[in-house]
């Protein structure tokens, strides 16, 4: 396959690295409610698709930048996630399951739905202007896009400052607490009704930045939250349940996997087999290096709580 | 080991309920009704009852593998998918009839399921319904990487293949409208047996208390592994049958959570989870619903989600563990029920 | 308030399990400044018992009064942030946090007064040794004194002891039990869950029996009837 050595291997590697950067930003709101409150949240993509459909309406209706319009998002998702949480999730927990997941995966369905009747299912884009296509040179011939590199960096940030949040503040050591025993927290004078509603909001507000880091780089449609959830979770496992850094690492794995996927395995395949190559390889590939990687280690890279 | 106390009173285990026996002679005479229909009713009504037989069954076998077996998986679209390719592959490649196509789509779906238990088995609770949900779009998307499978926009059952299944039209309607009803009675009544059978007995511990069970003796992997494979055999079969009378392929259609996941899960929470007659309520209220908002869009998936999510809030055990526990109904009773009697000597207990 | 009147009663305080009633009509009280031992055997109804006072377990409001007020209603953070903390059975310290993070989370949502974190390191020296350690690697009883050190910290008025002595070796009981008299000077107001009568009278002004979630005895730790105790212990 002498056709592999034309592959720009450092620009697939980096691009794929940048992307897990924002898979890191899907997977952090995810993580956050099952370490604190072993909520597997089925809606959390639909949630992505839904900030992106606000930050669309914000920038719409005020014309303003669409990173701006992260200042009007991430509050109002705190704000529905604690009422989320308050008023509907808190009253799923406890020992089973079933309630919560499946509560969850109605409200999935009732999103994705309202959004289709509300906006129709063509696809959107936000529109951040010369930002998108700015890119810098690296030395190597690789030339790096200036958003992803955005991206990337804010999701190191993020997951610095959930790092602060949980392990330097009163209300991280609360979380924790929480997380290893719900009852003896209680005890302790933390109101875990209040607590889960805000463990809720931080993840949503965390969502809600993905979101609108997302709606620039990629269309959006309401179908589109099922393989958000699906990436979010891959990197999860990959790294890792419960672990901070290792969402991050999993979020590098999947992306590069995905870029890998793209550029090397869908057209040696195609080459082989004699059929064009098809979009969906650099899904497929993430797909089945999660699946190697769940049976090669079950409970991720850097595994930390466990279920 | 015997519980019967020595005097006064004696105890029988009671497998059947009255209104059980009562209900029984009643589905006998609708079943009857049914299997004539094509004599006496219309194409439109006989495709709804076709499929609301196959919902049916799809609903009772995520309700065991759910309600039962603990197993919530988001992802049993990919045996109905692989069922229908099976189906496609096996009668389009290598010329098998149709019907016994449906068979090796059981079959098939039961293999597959094997190696795939294996994995997502790993991962726990919820992760393991998300697991599952990979999986079936890792099919989703390698059928669409297969040009021999149609690719990603699908293909058809050619016309001599179709003319093999009956020679006319007419003939294949009626033919298909019977089989559903079999093949739906086969299912459901499999999952009958097998929950008043001694496994059902195992899974009723395992739904119960996972923990209890397994010090009991209960082997809850394997009874799960087993509950598992057998669900993907049924559901395969029944993907088969699906998209033979469908007569045509897709990836999207064949792995579609919505139709064969999303609506199933949402018939059984709605209709009571965990019981048998739960999912038949959740069944026909979902048809209601569907028929009633025809006009409306996707507002009825709207409105199951509010009603299925308004459910499990406000009575986990569904429209029918309210009504059952209230009248103490048991159409179909799994369960062993000691009843206490007064003995023969007449001495009340 | 003067002293005399009671810090915290109870009147017919039942409480149940789900379908299982744990306790029947319990009548107790304890003045400020109060050592109070609970004796019983397993399964008497006793953890049951402080777990309904810290509010972990549901009751009517009138059940449990505190300062006068009723608080059977109130749910345990509440309670907490009135001055009732729960040392609880099997200490229960968060295992993902640290020595210092178990003991500063006790008082993150408390009172405020004399008990600090240097207080506590004061009073239990170890545990300042080992600050930066899981609460995991600690020894028994080592665990034992973060976990009183923890209920501290929200400076109570009045703290429920659990079975501390669970599991320990006599030498760590008997330098537990020294800690409760230097907690009891401060003038905090002490109920004692204990399994060991002796330990237990020796410890406390008067006691409470239980026996089958109800009170079979009651009265001043000092001088009483030991066969009594007994018969009421064991029920006999």
């Not at chain 1, 008023?87 to 994705?112: A, K, M």
Request: proline residues 4%.
């Amino acid at each position: 396959m002498s056709w592999l050595a034309e592959v720009d291997w450092a620009s697939v590697l980096i691009q794929g690295t940048l992307i897990g950067g924002l898979y890191a930003l899907f997977a952090i709101g995810l993580s956050l409610a099952f370490g604190i409150m072993r909520l597997v949240n089925i809606a959390h993509g639909d949630l992505i698709v839904l900030c992106a459909y606000l930050a669309m309406i914000v920038v719409n209706a005020t014309g303003m930048h669409p990173l701006l319009s992260i200042a009007v998002v991430v509050p109002l998702m705190f704000v529905l996630g604690y009422l989320l949480q308050r008023g509907l999730l808190n009253f799923t927990l406890g020992p089973s399951i079933l309630p919560p997941l499946l509560v969850t995966f109605g409200i999935s369905v009732i999103i994705q739905n309202l959004l289709l009747e509300v906006f129709g299912a063509d696809t959107r884009r936000l529109n951040a202007g010369a930002m998108e296509t700015a890119s810098i040179a690296l030395p190597g011939d690789v030339t790096v896009g200036i958003f992803p590199l955005v991206i990337f960096a804010v999701a190191l940030v993020s997951l610095g400052a959930l790092q602060y949040l949980l392990y330097r503040t009163r209300l991280g050591r609360a979380f924790r607490a929480t997380s290893d025993d719900a009852d003896t927290a209680e005890l302790m004078g933390i109101d875990n009704r209040h607590l889960y509603s805000l463990a809720m909001g931080i993840a949503l507000a965390f969502t809600a930045l993905a979101a609108v880091l997302f709606s620039i780089r990629t269309s959006f449609d309401p179908a589109a939250g099922p393989i958000n959830l699906i990436f979010a979770f891959e990197a999860v496992i990959i790294g890792g349940l419960g672990s901070l850094w290792g969402t991050l690492l999993g979020g590098v794995i999947l992306g590069v996997s995905q870029s890998l996927g793209g550029s090397v395995v869908g057209p040696s395949v195609s080459m082989l087999i004699g059929t064009q190559v098809s979009a969906q390889w650099q899904i497929l590939t993430g797909h089945i290096v999660f699946i190697i990687i769940l049976i090669v280690k079950p409970d991720g890279l850097f595994p930390r709580i466990r279920d | 080991m015997s519980t019967a106390p020595a005097f006064t009173t004696r105890f029988d285990v009671e497998r059947s309920t009255q209104l059980s026996r009562v209900s029984a002679v009643i589905a006998c005479l609708g079943l009857a009704v049914l299997i004539s229909l094509p004599w006496w009713g219309e194409t439109g009504t006989m495709r709804l009852i076709a499929e609301m037989a196959y919902f049916l069954a799809l609903a009772q076998l995520w309700n065991l593998l759910a309600g039962y077996a603990g197993l919530v998986s988001v992802g049993q679209q990919v045996y109905v998918g692989i069922g229908g390719y099976v189906l496609f592959a096996t009668s389009d490649w290598y010329g098998v009839h149709p019907l016994l196509a449906i068979l090796i789509s059981g079959v098939a779906a039961a293999v597959i399921s094997l190696p795939m238990a294996l994995i997502v088995f790993r991962l726990r609770g919820a992760y393991f319904a998300v697991g599952t949900w990979v999986v079936a779009e890792i099919f989703n998307l390698f059928v669409a990487q297969v040009p021999q499978l149609g690719g990603g926009s699908g293909y058809s059952l050619t016309p001599e293949i179709v003319r093999s299944v009956a020679a006319d039209r007419a003939g294949r309607e009626m033919l298909m409208y019977w089989m559903a009803l079999a093949i739906s009675i086969a299912v459901i009544a499999f999952v009958y047996m097998l929950l008043r059978s001694r496994h059902g007995l195992a899974l009723t511990a395992i739904r119960d208390s996972e923990a209890a069970s397994e010090s009991l003796g209960v082997d809850t992997y394997r009874t799960k592994l087993m509950i598992y494979v057998v669900t993907a055999l049924c559901t395969g079969l029944l993907g088969g049958f699906i998209f033979l009378q469908k007569l045509r392929i897709s990836p999207e259609a064949a792995f579609s959570i919505n139709d064969w996941t999303v609506v199933v899960i949402f018939m059984v929470v709605i209709g009571g989870i965990g019981t048998m007659e739960g999912p038949i309520i959740g069944l026909l209220i979902y048809f209601a619903m569907r028929e009633m908002l025809a006009d409306y869009g996707s507002w009825y998936l709207i409105l199951l989600g509010i009603v299925a999510v308004a459910v499990m809030l406000t009575a986990r055990e569904g429209i029918w563990g309210l009504i059952g526990k209230r009248f103490d109904l048991h159409l179909f009773p799994v369960r062993r029920r000691l009843i206490q009697r007064p003995d023969s000597d007449g001495k009340p207990g | 308030m003067s002293t005399v009147e009671n810090l915290l009663k109870t009147k017919a305080l039942s409480a149940c399990y789900g379908d299982f009633q744990a306790l029947f009509d319990i009548e107790f009280e304890i003045r400020e400044g109060e050592t109070v031992a609970v004796i019983g055997s397993n399964g008497a109804g006793k953890s049951t018992f402080l777990r309904a006072l810290a509010g972990a377990l549901d009751s009517a409001p009138a059940m449990v009064s505190y300062q006068g007020n009723p608080i059977g209603h109130l749910p345990a953070h509440q309670v907490l942030r009135l001055g009732i903390a729960l040392v609880p059975e099997g200490r229960k310290l968060f295992p993902s946090l640290s020595v210092e993070e178990n003991l500063r989370i006790g008082g993150d949502f408390g009172r405020a007064g004399p008990w600090t974190l240097n207080r506590v390191y004061e009073l239990f020296p170890v545990l300042a040794e080992r600050r930066a350690q899981a609460a995991t690697a600690l020894s028994g009883g080592q665990q034992q004194m973060c976990a009183i050190g923890r209920a501290l910290m929200s400076n109570p008025r009045l703290l429920l002891c659990d079975e501390i002595s669970m599991g320990l070796a006599p030498v760590i009981i008997r330098e537990l039990y020294e800690r409760l008299d230097t907690i009891a000077a401060e003038g905090t107001t002490l109920v004692i869950v204990e399994q060991d009568i002796d330990r237990a009278l020796a410890a406390a002004d008067r006691f409470y029996c239980f026996q089958k979630g109800r009170v079979s005895l009651a009265g001043t730790a000092r001088g009483f009837d030991r066969q009594a105790i007994t018969a009421a212990y064991f029920g006999i």
